[in-house]
């Protein structure tokens, strides 16, 4: 009886050890696997970490290379006339024209147009009457006379710039504030200036008055090296 109970205790001594054995190799196959997991999980938060880094590196790196690029306007030429009629009225339209003009962008391979630029020129776009000529040569009082003068002025910084001219027309009669044949009248409708900006880069026109000088010149935007 005795032996039985002694070989009754020893197997189960044998059998808690077991039990306690693989509890033991549970734990340690746990741990394995938990320590892989995160070792796992650190790998990839630093592979993101690492390539959102990249990323944002890449898109300061081309905003800074965007940012870098400056542009400058080179002067291809400029012309003055002189204001021959210093009546108010007359002057008055020029200013405004100029002032319209001025600034002006033109994209390289687009073409300008001085009627589509400026606008109507009547008295209800807030021109005056002034001495201009008719179709015969005729001095008359024209809404908005003095324009030509402007576009003449233009055309002759057009024809130094070497720009293409597709449309120009000739007074009626002579003008003195420009060489001869150097000159371009308008009439919005009827007759225009253009030309083509056939440079390689756009090109912008500044207009302005000052004392009795009318001045346009014609920059080139260019990108700075």
């Known amino acids: 009886m005795e032996k039985n109970n002694s070989k009754k205790s020893e197997n189960i001594l044998t059998i808690l050890s077991i039990i306690i054995i693989l509890g033991i190799l549970s734990y340690i196959v746990y741990l ?3 320590s892989n997991s995160i070792l796992n999980s650190n790998s990839i938060n630093n592979t993101l970490s690492n390539n959102t880094s990249n990323y944002t590196n890449s898109i300061k790196n081309n905003v800074k290379a965007e940012k870098e ?3 400058e306007e080179v002067e291809i030429a400029s012309f003055t006339t002189t204001l021959y009629d210093s ?3 007359r002057t008055s339209n020029i200013i405004k024209a ?4 001025n600034d002006t962008l033109v994209k390289a391979g687009e073409e300008f147009s001085f009627n589509n630029t400026i606008g ?10 002034a001495k201009g000529f008719d179709s015969n040569g005729k ?7 003095g324009m030509c003068q402007v576009s003449s002025t233009l055309y002759n910084v057009a024809l130094l710039s070497n720009l293409e001219i597709t449309e120009r027309h000739p007074h009626s009669r002579r003008v003195y504030y420009v060489p001869a044949d150097k000159d371009a009248t308008v ?3 009827t007759l225009d200036l253009k030309f083509i900006n056939n440079r390689e880069n756009d090109i912008k026109i500044y207009a302005g008055v000052q004392d009795y000088d009318l001045n346009i010149k014609i920059c080139e935007i260019k990108q700075s090296n």
Do not use: R
């Open 120 to 129: 109507p020129m009547g008295l209800e776009n807030g021109y005056k009457l």
């Open 98 to 101: 100029c002032e319209i003009l």
């Open 87 to 89: 009546s108010a009225d």
């Open 187 to 189: 009439y919005y409708n």
């Open 139 to 145: 001095v008359i009082d024209i809404p908005g006379a």
């Open 32 to 34: 394995f696997i938990h």
């Open 69 to 71: 690029i400056v542009y």
